[in-house]
């Protein structure tokens, strides 16, 4: 059973830029979640994507979207970075509706805005 | 509106010690889910426990156990015989029956001294 995997590990952008994380969720999943976590904070939901669509925003900008692909990984877009977008981004797979489902999370990727 | 309460920032204790972690939430939903995650310092979450609002009981898990208590809206999360491999910061979590995103705490960093 393959996990979930996050890429790139580490990001380095400018104020004002855009930037693109993936995510590949764990085999059979059909539901991923993007998290943020500001340092020194619990995770954030940011969105979640449930067969290609959106299924449930938290409370983020616009410039925040995502994209969900027919093998259910999934993108998530920043449109002009600012400062306080440095976080460690997580993504979440699972699998609702199954008995005792849970939400697997992949390494994350640090975003680093200068 | 949902919340998770996690009072404390960090605890320290000396290896083999048992060490409680607290957790506090607020939820309006009569059908909801809490769970405790571990972040080690290479920032992945690990999945712990996870309880449904319909079961109270309580359960010893290896050294992990939890006291689930509606009456007081606490979930708290017990170690058994510190590890030095504890260390890392844990987050209480909710998540409501009608949605599949998660609200975590800010965490308590828990740092086990050899």
């Known amino acids: 059973e393959t996990g979930v995997t996050q890429s790139p590990t580490h990001l380095i952008k400018t104020r004002g830029q855009q930037v693109t994380l993936r995510c590949s969720s764990q085999s059979g999943h059909n539901t991923v979640s993007w998290y943020q976590q500001a340092l020194g904070q619990g995770p954030q939901f940011i969105f979640q994507?449930?067969?290609?669509?959106?299924?449930g925003r938290g409370n983020f900008p616009p410039r925040f979207s995502g994209l969900q692909f027919p093998n259910y990984s999934s993108e998530l877009n920043v449109n002009a970075l600012e400062l306080d977008d440095s976080a460690l981004y997580l993504c979440?797979?699972?699998?609702?509706?199954?008995?005792?489902?849970?939400?697997?999370f992949g390494p994350g990727t640090r975003l680093t805005v200068t | 509106a949902q919340k998770v309460t996690q009072a404390q920032t960090e605890i320290s204790v000396v290896e083999k010690e048992d060490v409680t972690l607290d957790c506090v939430y607020e939820t309006r939903d009569t059908t909801y889910y809490l769970f405790w995650y571990k972040q080690p310092p290479s920032g992945e979450l690990v999945f712990l426990i996870r309880?449904?609002?319909?079961?109270?009981q309580n359960e010893i898990s290896g050294r992990y156990s939890w006291n689930f208590q509606k009456s007081t809206s606490s979930f708290n999360f017990t170690i058994t015989a510190s590890q030095v491999v504890d260390s890392a910061v844990y987050f209480c979590a909710l998540s409501e029956g009608r949605d599949d995103k998660i609200i975590f705490g800010k965490g308590t960093r828990l740092h086990i001294l050899p």
């Open positions: 979440a797979s699972s699998l609702p509706g199954t008995l005792n489902y849970e939400q697997y």
């Open positions: 994507y449930y067969r290609e669509e959106e299924n």
């Open positions: 309880r449904n609002s319909f079961d109270e």
